[in-house]
């Protein structure tokens, strides 16, 4: 089992910046990548970014050159930062840990992401 705790949500206004953490822990060691998502009330969940055990990263069109996720092998964290948020960027932002052998996927809470004058 894997346990996901998200930190890092709040309000902030358009153009401002926001940085949300993930941390992970339990049976780690089989990790395959570890991604965000987000929801908007009453509308599917969206995909944010990715990223794999070798580092490589995956961004959605709507945030790419404007989010940037990074991981902390030691800490088993992952953060995304968030800057040049648009209203649009507003949801609940939940982190996603895939492992593998058996392929099995986690989900975290949540923390709310408010972009808005």
């Known amino acids: 089992q894997v346990q996901l705790v998200e930190s890092g949500g709040g309000s902030v206004q358009p153009g401002g910046s926001l940085r949300l953490s993930c941390a992970a822990s339990?049976?780690?060691?089989?990790?395959?990548?570890m991604a965000w998502y987000r929801q908007v009330p009453g509308k599917q969940r969206e995909f944010v970014a990715k990223i794999t055990t070798a580092g490589a990263t995956t961004y959605s069109d709507s945030v790419k050159g404007r989010f940037t996720v990074s991981r902390d092998k030691a800490k088993n964290t992952v953060a995304l930062q968030m800057n040049s948020l648009k209203p649009e960027d507003t949801a609940d932002y939940c982190c996603?840990?895939?492992?593998?052998?058996?392929?099995?996927?986690?989900w975290g809470q949540g923390t709310r992401v408010t972009v808005s004058s």
């Open positions: 996603n840990f895939v492992a593998q052998f058996p392929l099995k996927t986690y």
């Open positions: 339990g049976s780690t060691s089989n990790m395959v990548l």
